[in-house]
């Protein structure tokens, strides 16, 4: 609307709106209390349960790609100017860190299971 009507379309709406004046600049929306959102009455939806992903998949894929980045860096480290060779370190720090996760995944998923094993087992019912 703004790009077809031009300025005057907009200066129109937001007057009517929001009680815009060329000279006075922009009014206040409301003039009495602060809206209070706890009035809403609007039902909404439960959230959805989280989504469970295979984490060590996930982290190989990724570190799968990286891998693939470097290599064709290097097979066409002749051709890349030398701006861009700092290409070639971000792959190598990517496809490291990819590999810690790969190690790192599965241990934390150990230890949350073994505190969450822990703490059901000091809860007495």
Known sequence: MLT???PAAFRQTVSKAYGWHPERG???VHHGKP???GQVSR???PAP???EANDQLVT???TAAWAIGLVSLLVLRD???PADRWWVWTCAVGLCLGLFGL???PRLKRARARQAQQRGQARPD
Do not use: F, Q
């Open 79 to 81: 051709h890349l100017s």
């Open 60 to 62: 190989a894929v990724i």
């Open 4 to 6: 077809i009507c031009g």
């Open 49 to 51: 349960p989280p989504l």
């Open 43 to 45: 039902k909404l939806r």
């Open 35 to 37: 809206v209070s959102l």
């Open 26 to 28: 922009v009014a206040p």
């Open 103 to 105: 190690w790192y995944v």
